[in-house]
């Protein structure tokens, strides 16, 4: 078992930034790809990044490209979000996630653990 936990969400004015963290505990973290993913009221959960378990690769939702780096320290067992450029359309629960790697992180059923998210919230 894997137990994440995310922290870090606020309220934030657009153009603001906020920076996530999804601390890990449990299996061994370096094992794990890990992700972010956000869900916005009534819609389904919509990937935003992933990264690899060494950290040397990440992948960003067309949306959040340049705006957002995700990154990770496995010393820390850390994985974390950091959001500059904040939009209204940004204001959503945010989900980090572990699982194997590969494709299927693009997707949330890609995905063996996930944490019980934090709330982002972008004023306008």
Known sequence: QVQLVEAGGNLVQAGGSLRLSCAA??????????????????KERVFVATISKSGDSTNYADSVKGRFTISRDNARNTVYLQMNSLKPEDTAVYYCGAGPGGFSMYFAGGYDYWGQGTQVVVSS
Request: charged share 10%; aromatic share 22%.
């Open 25 to 42: 505990s449990g299996r061994t973290f370096s094992n794990y790809a890990m992700g972010w993913f956000r869900q916005a009221p009534g």
